[in-house]
């Protein structure tokens, strides 16, 4: 019976088990709107269809979405399975570095129309002729009556601050301006003289002295490295040298006296036509090379005077001591200036260098020379005025045979501003 039974579903087992491969297979679904889908198919109603994909998805699609179903794997799945997986590129941002603006330290020579001032500090030294020149002539006048002389040691100069200032206009190939200096130094004098016994004189005094200089320069040649001007200028020079308490020790035979706040001072005046080259070597865009050198030839005079109280050693009389003198002479000479210019922007600049001045003094005609104390003028016969324009006459003679000058120097630091100014 049971072997009968058996015999009876054999059938029916044939035909479910094709029908269960039907759904454990892998299908290919084609839908509507043009995606295919590779699953396998769970379940399905008259109306919709459950379906697990190959990812791992169960979707349930409704059979009005679905176009076909297929055992045949699609061409396009095919090759996209056999393709290697490929590393997802992410993009490398670029980075682009912002461009510097160009800084333009180019001059066109030839179409310039700015204003240049400068400043600078430094050191200063002033080595002027002061009482040197009297006291040589008074030596020379002496050895012809067998007067013996004094003598002057070399003086010490102990440079003090100095300062520099300008301006200067140019446009296209001409140039004007001012320029300006002062500087000074502590100087010491020291003196022997052996006329009558022995008079010592020593002092420690500043001396100073001030330049102011109006010049026109015109451009007669330029390339990209290379600036060539000729200047021509009126300069001016005012000195000093002054002390307030010259100590001046008198010594004779059998007495001793004393200079007691004694008063030195000199002051010169020279002014005068200048003229000279100035050049300019560029290396490359910022740095400068500036070099000046002018001929002077300059006129003036100096007046000087000594006032001491002399006291003697047994405080006595008090006798007083006067001397003057008003010296008229020319004056020829240089003044050379170089500086070192770095152009921080294109119209900030800084600079070093120096400045150095020299003069030859001539005495010319005009010279009066004088002596006094209490009593009167010494060494003067006021009835016997002929015999003072004597003297006065070989003094200057004298004079003139003598070589006499004056040095200052100046090291400087310093800054410059251009002022541009928009061609017209």
């Known amino acids: 019976m049971r072997l009968y039974r058996f015999r009876l579903l054999l059938p029916f087992v044939f035909f479910l088990i094709p029908a269960i491969s039907l759904y454990a297979e ?7 709107n043009g995606q295919v889908i590779r699953a396998e198919i769970l379940q399905q109603t008259a109306t919709s269809m459950t379906i697990k994909t190959t990812e791992g998805k169960t979707i349930q699609l409704n059979k009005s979405e679905i176009n076909t179903v297929s055992f045949n794997e699609p061409a396009k799945v095919q090759q996209e399975e056999k393709k290697p997986a490929q590393a997802e590129q992410i993009p490398i941002p670029q980075i682009t570095e912002v461009p510097k603006p160009i800084v333009n330290f180019h001059i066109d020579q030839l179409k310039r129309n700015d204003l240049e001032i400068y400043f600078g500090l430094g050191a200063g030294r002033y080595s002027p002729e002061t009482q040197g020149l009297p006291v040589q002539i008074q030596n020379k006048v002496g050895l012809a009556s067998g007067t013996l002389p004094t003598v002057i040691d070399k003086p010490t100069h ?19 301006g001012i320029a ?7 100087s010491t004098y020291d003196s022997h003289s052996y006329a009558s016994g022995m008079i010592h004189s020593t002092g420690s ?12 320069s015109f451009l007669a040649f330029t390339n990209e490295r290379f600036d060539l001007r000729p200047t021509i200028g009126y300069q001016y020079f005012w000195g000093q040298s002054q002390d307030t308490n010259i100590s001046t020790s008198y010594y004779t035979g059998n007495s001793l006296y004393l200079y007691s706040q ?14 000279g080259l100035k050049a300019t070597i560029r290396m490359g865009e910022r740095w400068e090379n500036r070099l000046e050198y002018h001929n002077l030839t300059l006129s003036g005079n100096q007046d ?14 008090v006798a007083f001591y006067r001397q003057w003198q008003n010296i008229s002479w020319d004056a020829k000479g240089f003044h050379l200036l170089y ?30 020379y004088l002596y006094s104390s209490k009593d009167g003028l010494i060494g003067v016969d006021l009835s016997n005025p002929n015999a003072y324009l004597v003297q006065q006459k070989l ?17 400087e630091l310093g800054v410059m501003k251009r002022f541009e100014f928009l061609h017209q």
């Not at 003094?395 to 090291?411: D, Q």
């Open 26 to 32: 892998m299908k290919t679904i084609y839908l509507k």
């Open 158 to 176: 102990s440079p003090e601050l100095s300062q520099t200032y300008g301006a200067i206009y140019t446009w296209k190939r001409w140039s004007g």
């Open 180 to 186: 300006g200096s002062y500087l000074g130094n502590r």
């Open 205 to 216: 005094f500043p001396e100073r002295q001030s330049s102011l200089k109006n010049e026109v």
């Open 262 to 275: 004694g008063v030195m001072k000199f002051n010169e005046t020279l002014k005068g036509y200048s003229i």
């Open 304 to 317: 000087g005077s000594i006032v001491s109280a002399l006291v003697p050693a047994n405080l006595s009389q």
């Open 339 to 368: 500086r070192l210019v770095y152009r921080v922007t294109p119209t900030i600049s800084i600079y070093a260098g120096f400045q150095f001045y020299e003069w030859k003094y001539s005495l010319n005609s005009d010279q009066q």
């Open 395 to 411: 003094m200057e003679a004298i004079g003139k045979t003598i070589n006499s000058e004056s040095r200052s120097a100046i090291l």
